[in-house]
């Protein structure tokens, strides 16, 4: 995999070269890294699975340089607009019914009746959109259950094979991935995923409303990537609660704190100075990855936050996926 300066004149050029030739390429995004294929060609998206081990029953996100890209592929109406025009380019995803005739193939949105699209934010990625005009697909760029990057060598480190280059822009801004919002065929909307973009905050805009709680069964199909186990360490992590770090520790485990706690043995780390909650979700996948593959440590324990809102929902939900050994 080589890498491509993001800061280098021909960087966007190669990396719109090998996307159109059918390569897969990661690049940075403003929540994490992403692994993109030119999202109308079938065998460079199926690559997208197999690189990551991932199962063909869990659709991509499609990203776009503007909605009147997406308008041919997706039915747009009023409530989208609302959303759109509120958050974006932004680290919003918004799952919405797919139209016939577009050119995107069924493989990826897994067969389903909607596509989830996003026009994302981060500088180098949308000119890599809007110079290529291709659309790309792109889930996290990491194995299919694992933390996702934040930095173009957690790309290097975790894929290989099959990626012909990471395009380098730095540390991810946000550090968690998207906030996934259904728009309903009654036009309420339904959270899937929480993320950089705060479901009360989608809910404050006029004339959006939420919609009922969507029944078990019904749940299974929707987004196969929400699986309880996901986002998980090679070594695990076990959470603890605020304020509460577990009493019996050793040396060889290792303590994840919100914030700088007063008195700092060596073995503990904080994901903010002052706990802030942005500073938290920056740097949370790189500190889990560093504690994942260090020797040092054979066990990981992390602080839960109590609040549950923000950006911070989003860290809480990766953590307790992160904790949930599979099935
Ligand atoms: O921040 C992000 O969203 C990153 C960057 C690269 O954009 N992408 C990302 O993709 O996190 P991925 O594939 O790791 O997560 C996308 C999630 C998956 O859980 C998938 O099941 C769900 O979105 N999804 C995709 N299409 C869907 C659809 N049509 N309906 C419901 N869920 C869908
Ligand atoms: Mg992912």
Redesign the pocket.
Known sequence: MQRLWGGNASALSTAADLLRRGELVAIP?E????LAAHACNESAVRSIFTVKGRPLI????V?FASLDQISEECEISPTTQKLTDAFWPG?L?L?LPRKSGGSIPQLV?AG?S???V?V?GHPLFRQLLKDSRLPLA????NPFGYI?PTRPEHVEASLNAGVAAVLDGGQCEHGV??T?I?VCDDQSVRL??P?PIAIEEVLRLPGIREASARQEDESLP?????LKSHYRPAKGIELFPLGKPPKSITARDAIVHLMRPSIAPENHFWLSESGNHSEIAHNLFHLLRQLDTTQTFDRVYVETPEVSSGIIRAVRDRLERAATPPD
């Open positions: 995004t929540t994490v890294y992403g869990d659709p991509l996100i990203h680290p995803t799952v949105s389903k909607s596509l989830a996003r994302p792109a889930p996290s760029a996702s991935e998207s996934i259904e899937l995923r993320g929707v987004a196969p990537g929400m």
